[in-house]
């Protein structure tokens, strides 16, 4: 049997590179080698790309630019090429790519519009549906259009907000209440997220959102569990598991995310199974409403009051880390992560590079 040849992509110029890294060691570490000719391409935090031909144990902490190997290349936007070119001008064909580039310039529909460009399949959601996805304010119009719960909003971008921030903030407060949740529209794993209680907090909030993006989504505090979907699929998806998150903070940040050992992960949810079953179906209905292909990760808040499932965020390439939901999600219910990987690539050549 013919191996497939596929490009795994990690790094990127994101504020969530580092965790890209350990994604990126994750899948590598679960891959059939047997079925797969894998070339890795790493970008580096100021842009270059490079193709890694050394240990997947020098990936985190970028140790991996240290490496002899490197070789300076690009993904070509020219179909007829259908791959990588490298500095000597060599092409290297591939079969698809699986990009693991976390937050923006990875999954925000960048890279997915430029290997649609290039006609080569790869793994998760095309362009259109990674930037609605990204963009918090995007996605909760669409949602909001759908009839799908979330949580009361509003959004400002840098020019709105500045050219008139009092005016802003009264009607924020007005419509949301206080404690209102700030964050950039465009960012990933709780970077730049803040909890404000008063109106000073919230001006401050918002100008810390501003450093990570050009617009900002102000949300109502949800007194609630934290609960999260794995969704697999294209025209037919399916959901796993659904799992609930205990933050060792008083928000599920990036510190509580990846570098607090105190916060914990409960597979399956422990929620009444009728309410992991309703969690399921809502994370399809989104999954659907925006467009999403491949996979994705549908985070909600089950309200404490009343029980009612409030749609959070759609993350269309969710971690991959040791400590990662998606994938365990998915080993609960019979599909183990190398399986898991299996399907991922044959969604994304079943796809094709027509979209």
Request: aromatic share 8%; glycine share 8%; proline share 4%.
């Amino acid at each position: 049997m013919n191996k497939i040849t596929i490009a795994v992509l990690f790094g990127g110029v994101s504020s969530e590179h580092d965790i890209s890294l350990i994604s990126a060691k994750g899948i590598l570490s679960n891959i059939d080698y047997d079925k797969y000719n894998i070339i890795l391409m790493g970008i580096t935090k100021q842009g270059k790309w490079y193709i890694f031909n050394d240990d997947i144990n020098m990936l985190p902490d970028d140790r991996w630019l240290e490496s002899a190997t490197l070789v300076p290349a690009f993904i070509s936007p020219d179909a007829s090429v259908h791959g990588i070119v490298t500095e000597k001008g060599e092409v290297i064909r591939l079969d698809a790519v699986f990009p693991v580039l976390h937050g923006k310039n990875g999954e925000d529909g960048t890279v997915q519009g430029l290997l649609q460009l290039a006609q080569i399949p790869f793994v998760g959601c095309d362009s259109t549906s990674s930037g609605v996805c990204m963009d918090k304010a995007i996605a909760n119009a669409v949602s909001d259009a759908y009839g799908i719960e979330q949580a009361k909003w509003c959004a400002y971008t840098h020019h709105s907000y500045y050219a008139n921030p009092d005016t802003c903030l009264d009607e924020a407060i007005e419509k949301l209440g206080l404690p209102i949740f700030v964050k950039p529209a465009n960012a990933g794993s709780s970077v730049g997220i803040s909890k404000a209680r008063s109106r000073e907090e919230l001006a401050k909030g918002i100008d810390i959102a501003f450093k990570e993006d050009k617009k900002v989504v102000l949300e109502e505090f949800i007194d609630g569990l934290e609960v999260e979907c794995a969704v697999l699929g294209n025209e037919e998806p399916i959901a796993g598991e659904v799992g609930r998150i205990a933050s060792a903070a008083e928000f599920y940040d990036f510190d509580s995310k990846y570098n607090n050992p105190e916060s914990k992960l409960y597979i399956p949810a422990d929620i009444p199974q009728e309410k992991r079953d309703e969690v399921r179906t809502q994370a399809l209905k989104a999954y659907k409403a925006l467009g999403c292909e491949g996979l994705a990760r549908v985070d909600f808040f089950i309200t404490k009051n009343d029980g009612k499932i409030l749609l959070n965020e759609i993350n269309t390439i969710p971690g991959q880390t040791s400590i990662s939901m998606y994938p365990k999600l998915f080993e609960v219910v019979g599909i183990p992560y190398t399986q898991l990987i299996d399907r991922l690539i044959d969604y994304a050549l079943k796809r094709g590079s027509v979209f």
